[in-house]
């Protein structure tokens, strides 16, 4: 259904939809609407509906992972993944150039501005809901709040569209049939937008609290909205929004500019402005596990952690992650849903800071090492013995281990036992090998699995009597804030300030990192930038970051155009003829195991840093204008 006429959808029928999943986290706070209200006065006649609004609302929240618990797989349209389950799957049209304006399976413009009416009913109807008189009081306090909240909502929901088409029509009232002319509108600048959400999010900052008491966890603080302010300006400064002559001759129909053409270096100081005022409330703090630095990122994603969540969106408990990431076979009865791409497992630095391409990063290719990692199978506290184990994989940063599994690794299948990880093809060995069993199939074929997100506590050969993971889908991270704060410092002054390298450093040092700078180019801004960037794709790994980040540095035609890589896991037969040993062995697989192959050959062009509209918007509404390329 196309945005104009969605857009114009009475309030009744936007409110049949208003079922959300009650979940135990905050239960007081996700009270549903029932949904056979459907009509406005018995929505707006009722303040536990109108709660349910609200409530409706915290749900349309893009997060990292989807409804279900599932991971986002746009981390397969990136140099993070390959999604290898087939045709079918949105990455494929990304990867292969093939989406455009009526085939776009990211496209969330209709959707956005359904979300967006929602937010706006709400702000024009809630302070006119009846309260019962023994209510009074406490409605006087929180209605003020929930406003807040919606606003904050809407912002995001505008963030969205904004990182994907630039300059949108911005709308902040609800209307009718009768008003559909005033829905006509043309483009908003990009400035012009950004400039909406962050004074919203400044305003509203002043309303929200600090935290909330365990029953209303989730909902809106005072962190999130300058959080979302400081993201929000780290984007508008970046080289996709700040002087992009590509997008020079996109124009309303008045001549009016979308896209500031002027490069405003000032716009960096705002955005590291805004980061310091999340700093500075000095309530968020990286999590921290004395002596283990692989489990204290990794339990970041396995656990409902808010020391540094800023802002999350709540989901159930649930193994679906485990299920989708774990590998296939052996006693891990996981899907193995995606590939890692060794562009990836290569950025990943050596635990003496240096990049494992410098002379001095003691990296090794060729050889194997035998050793002892403590917490290298998910349970912080235990040593756990590798035996023969790829040199490449030696003292990497701990991020590696807490989001990789490689040939030879292991992982706790339920908190007791652990069990290593074959990714490396040998002959039909009935599930012997995680990676690749078969000669067809759909397991990971780069010789890499997922191992970020997944509880160690769930035991997936026991799925209905193990627990649940219990985790939250973290939206913005304070880790994000820091390396926003180093990049825009980095790009004002034009070369890393002492603030920048604490900030950067912040982050490092929980991953068990030596502190920046490590190497004389971290003193240049060209040199930190490229840290920074780096610092970005390792911590924000798997967490639908990549995506946007190439995006808006404008690096898209670099890193996701040509040839993408993993290792040899499956291996021709003529290449297992070749080695001389039974093509059926162990010992045939490893030997041709470590080769770097193609796995994809994708196309990035410059048209694709932003979306199209979608061609059914255009034909409504004429006032519209097309993003460059489509």
Known sequence: MKLYNNILIRARAIITCLVIVSLSSCE????????????????????NNANGVLANLYSQIQGVLDVNGYTDEITAATDETFHHWGAGYYPLYYNNGAWHAANNPYDNWDASYQKIRKANLFLENIDKVPVAGEQASFYATVIPRYKAEARFLRSLFYFELLRRYGGVPIITQSYEAAEADQLRIPRASVDEVVNFIVSECEEISETLPVSYEDANLGRVTKGAALALAARTLTYAASPLFNGNTLYASVKNPDGGAIFSQSYDKEKWKRAADAAKKVIDLNIYHLNTINGDPVNSYARVFNTRNWTEVIFARVIANTKNIEMELLPYGGEFGGWGKYSILEELVDSYEMNNGYPINHPNSGYQEDGFWSGDMDGIDGVSGRRIHLENISNRYKNRDPRFYASISFQGSKWATHNTNNMPIWLAWWGANGGTSQGWPKPTGTFPISGYNVRKW???NVDMNNYWGSPDAQ???????????YLNYAEALNEYYDGPTPEAFAAVNEVRKRAGMPQLPVIAEDNTKEGFRKRIQNENRIEFAFESHRFWDVRRWLIGTQVDNGPVHGLNARPTTEELKSTGLDVNSKEAGLALFYKTVVIQTRVFQPKHYLFPIPQSEMEVNRQLVQNYGW
């Open 28 to 47: 007081k706070f996700l009270d549903v609407v029932p949904s056979e209200l459907v009509t406005d006065d018995q929505v707006w006649g009722n303040i």
């Open 454 to 456: 997944l509880d160690p």
């Open 471 to 481: 985790r939250n889908d973290p939206v913005i991270r304070m880790a994000e804030v």
